[in-house]
């Protein structure tokens, strides 16, 4: 089971260089000591991950954030035997390892030592993979399963999810072979004083579904894609069922 | 779909400020708070909230309405009508239950309800027969 470990960009900094020669002795301690490749300007993660599988790697490992997760899914889901892991480092809020029940830092290698790999489903948005979520604010137009169309009062927030969490502790499941959309209304607080309208109202809708056709009537609308990609409508986004396998925490939130 | 301790299955929730229009099919619960045009069929339950409202023809294993529904209902096991629901439909169910203050406008058929109702295919072609419970009739 070769791996093959890609750090990303922000983990050059000389605050992150203690924790990962202590990332890399626990490693080694545990054998699972394999190539590492370092993300920068000139060595995208499509080329990195690309040159780790002709060498012979069949676990790639992201070191990083939630970003550096998706990046890798994206790029790893057109072949089929390879497995992903994750070692999170940094300081900031980090979600897919809280669903995945991987600990964050130096924790993380047990997790990975003890190898439960699960099938997850990812989303596809014309043509391009991602693990996370889709985040929309709008009056889009939507279509779903070519069988029914949405239409809204107010602008909504919508956010369709793969593997995210969608309202308070409650998470998509990855392996239902669905995409969760949740629309969520959130009314402004009128400025008449004697309004009783509250701010925090919040109006709720779920809908688990194959694919959606998103477009807009008037101006383009921008769609967040894993918080790091931008794609305007319109938008075909449908399931890719069990398209990657991922090494996963006993403590996971599916 | 979200996992929760009573979760089981794909669940649908339609707030209140979604219009849906066409045929939505499901095989889990659905929840509706808002609007829906066009046809309903679901394997689970339906709970229609108290502002929905429904132009649709209606089929699942159960339902409570509370709200307006325009269209039949076909249910397989119980159907529930709310103080506040309204009914313009022809109603289908094995079990009725109606609250005082429902208004139900249309007919009202009970017993074993038989579908060939496929909720894959949009294109269904339902075909519904019905078997009357047994009349038991009392001697005088």
């Not at chain 1, 969520?184 to 694919?211: F, G, Q, R, V, Y």
């Amino acid at each position: 089971m070769p791996y093959f470990y890609l750090y990303d960009t922000y983990l050059q900094g000389a605050a992150y260089a203690p924790q990962l020669i202590r990332l890399e002795n626990t490693l080694t301690d545990l054998g699972l000591q394999g190539r590492v490749g370092r993300l920068t300007l000139l060595k995208s993660v499509k080329d990195l991950v690309a040159n780790a599988i002709r060498e012979g790697a069949d676990t790639i490992v992201g070191v990083g954030n939630d970003i550096t997760f998706s990046r890798i899914a994206e790029v790893v889901a057109p072949y089929n035997k390879i497995t992903i892991g994750l070692i999170p480092l940094g300081a900031e809020q980090q979600n897919i390892p809280q669903i995945l029940g991987i600990p964050l830092g130096i924790l993380a290698c047990q997790v990975l030592s003890s190898r439960i790999i699960a099938s997850l489903d990812l989303g596809k948005i014309n043509n391009q993979y991602f693990i996370q979520s889709i985040s929309v604010k709008g009056k889009p137009n939507i279509e779903c399963n070519g069988n029914y169309k949405l239409q809204f009062s107010s602008p909504q927030e919508i956010k369709v999810c793969n593997l995210d969490f969608t309202n308070n502790d409650q998470v998509s499941d990855p392996q239902n072979n669905f995409l969760e959309m949740v629309i969520k209304n959130t009314p402004t607080k009128s400025w008449l004083p004697w309004s009783t309208k509250k701010s925090n109202d919040l109006d709720l809708s779920i809908i688990p579904t194959k694919s959606i056709r998103l477009t807009s009537p008037k101006e383009d609308l921008s769609l967040l894609v894993d918080n790091h990609r931008i794609i305007k409508t319109p938008a075909n986004i449908v399931v890719a069922e069990e398209k990657i396998k991922v090494i996963v925490g006993k403590r996971r939130l599916f | 779909m979200f996992k929760n301790d009573n979760q089981n299955g794909n669940e649908t929730i339609i707030g209140p400020s979604v219009k849906v229009e066409g045929d939505f099919i499901s095989q889990g619960n659905i929840q509706v708070d808002g609007s829906v045009s066009g046809t309903i069929n679901t394997k689970g339950n339906l709970h229609a909230g108290e502002n929905s409202h429904i132009n649709a023809n209606i089929e699942a294993t159960s339902a409570y309405i509370a709200g307006y529904v325009k269209g039949n209902i076909t249910i397989h096991d119980r159907l529930e009508l709310a103080p506040t629901s309204q009914i313009n439909g022809d109603v289908f169910a094995k079990i009725l239950i109606v609250a005082e203050g429902a208004k139900l406008n249309g007919r009202c058929q009970m017993g074993e309800v038989v579908t060939n109702n496929t909720p894959t295919s949009t294109k269904s072609h339902k075909k519904t027969t019905y078997n009357p419970t047994e009349i038991i009739e009392e001697k005088s």
